[in-house]
């Protein structure tokens, strides 16, 4: 199956990448405009295998226009041939499906400038369904070649009614599109009320949330409107490797490691649902593969923190791992607290510093994934202990990775070189 994926550089993309062709066979054309948020070296070790490809591409740019990879972006991952246009990847590569994951994703950022999360989340959205839906149009019924170049008509594509995935090539009753988005768009919950259903109506309340939104809406209206086979999927927080440093947990690890300060908005009150990275890119395949069309399905970990004990949680678990560590001999690398000589997870979490809160800051969201569970038989595998221990020690051993964000070398050329 060959799936095309947008936003594969980033945190969720990379983890999907990588289940898709470490395990699920997948050939993948990843399209990334390698934003500060999509690190090439999150795939180095994928960059040559001969069922990846990248395409560097702007979302946000009309979809007859290749984009320009600007000079000061590493030349690594090599685009597959020359820049593209949308529209020409789409015809290049015949993909079976998309993933849409590319986004801006701060909440921060949103509010400090809302212009690019108008751009990429909302009109790269727009493109995107544009550049699909034409190909959608050009591909042939499952009962026939009409219309298709005549390359594209040999072997036994059209002799059966298809289902997904495709047997052969791509007809119009197999293709599908994913788009991937969050419950944030669900809006905040009071303290006792149910999770969010695929039901519950939309209520967002920051610029990412309401782009986020909006974007959904445009993916059910090409679904509903044109035909275009459209899958929706709503999910709660992400944890685990490849998380960009600005993200709540991988900053409570770094500061622990570092022995800063550890920012807390408010009183570290308000509640999420927690989900193992790895466990929502397997929630997705699922979901392309055996979900129904036009359908919605929420996704969660059944993982309900709030952010105080949840950062007491983790430095307990960093204090923990150090200690292991110094016992076996294990070197935890150079990042270790310069500034505490043996940290314990009271010292730890005496770093915790509360700031002032997040404007429109939502009180709580929890997610009800029984539909998902009841039909598809998917669920989270990692628990709260399992997949926040495996995060940082994911962190404590892949320090390069990290602190080659934090110097902001991974946006240099010679990045390409450490693979
Ligand atoms: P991320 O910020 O880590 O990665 C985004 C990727 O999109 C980057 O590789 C970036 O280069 C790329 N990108 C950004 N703008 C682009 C453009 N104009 N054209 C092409 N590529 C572009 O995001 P993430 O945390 O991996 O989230 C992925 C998706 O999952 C998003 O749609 C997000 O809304 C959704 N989601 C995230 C979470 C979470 O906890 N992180 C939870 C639920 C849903």
Redesign the pocket.
């Known amino acids: 199956m060959k799936i095309l994926i947008?936003?594969?550089?980033?945190?969720?993309?990379?983890n999907l990448v990588r289940l898709l062709i470490e395990q699920k066979d997948c050939q993948v054309i990843n399209?990334?405009?390698?934003?500060?948020?999509?690190?090439a070296a999150s795939l180095a070790d994928l960059a040559d295998h001969p069922n990846y490809h990248f395409e560097y591409?702007?979302?946000?740019a009309p979809i007859e226009t290749p984009t320009e990879r600007p000079s000061h972006l590493p030349t690594f991952p090599p685009s597959h041939g020359d820049q593209k246009s949308l529209k020409q990847i789409f015809d290049l590569h015949q993909p079976d499906a998309v993933m849409?994951?590319?986004?801006?994703?701060?909440v921060d950022r949103s509010i400090d400038g809302p212009g690019?999360f108008i751009?990429?989340?909302i009109v790269?959205t727009y493109h995107l369904l544009q550049a699909a839906l034409a190909y959608w149009r050009s591909l042939p019924e499952a009962g026939g070649c009409e219309g298709v170049k005549v390359e594209k008509c040999e072997g036994e594509a059209g002799d059966k009614p298809s289902t997904f995935p495709p047997s052969n090539l791509p007809t119009k009753e197999s293709f599908r599109f994913l788009h991937?988005?969050?419950?944030?768009v669900y809006g905040s919950l009071a303290p006792d009320a149910p999770g969010f259903s695929e039901t519950t109506p939309y209520d967002p309340h920051s610029p990412?949330s309401a782009s986020?939104a909006a974007s959904d809406h445009l993916a059910r209206a090409w679904g509903d409107t044109y035909g275009l086979p459209v899958l929706v999927t709503?999910?709660?927080?992400?944890?685990g490797p490849y998380?960009?440093p600005e993200?709540l947990i991988p900053v409570v690890i770094l500061k622990c490691l570092r022995g800063e300060t550890i920012p807390v908005y408010g009183k570290g009150e308000s509640i999420r649902d927690w989900?193992y990275?790895e466990d929502?890119a397997e929630a997705l395949y699922t979901v392309l593969t055996q979900g129904r069309v036009g359908e919605t399905y929420n996704i969660g970990g059944n993982n309900e923190q709030n952010n105080l004990s949840l950062v007491k949680k983790i430095c307990e678990i960093v204090g923990d791992e150090l200690s292991r560590s110094v016992v076996s001999g294990d070197s935890a690398g150079p990042h270790t607290t310069q500034r505490l000589n043996h940290p314990t997870p009271k010292s730890l979490q005496d770093l915790i510093t509360f700031v002032t809160d997040r404007p429109g800051h939502d009180m709580r969201y929890a997610i009800d994934a029984r539909k998902i569970r009841d039909e598809l038989g998917w669920e989270p595998k990692e628990d709260f202990e399992s997949g926040f221990r495996k995060t940082v020690q994911w962190y404590l051993q892949n320090s390069e990775w990290w602190e080659n964000i934090l110097s902001g070398d991974y946006k240099l050329e010679r990045l390409g070189d450490n693979r």
Do not use: M, P, R
């Open positions: 947008t936003g594969g550089c980033g945190f969720i993309g990379s399209v990334d405009k390698l934003t500060y948020a999509g690190n591409c702007d979302l946000a849409h994951l590319a986004a801006e994703s701060h690019e751009q990429t989340n790269g991937v988005s969050t419950d944030e990412y986020k709503n999910c709660s927080n992400n944890y998380q960009f993200k989900l990275v929502h």
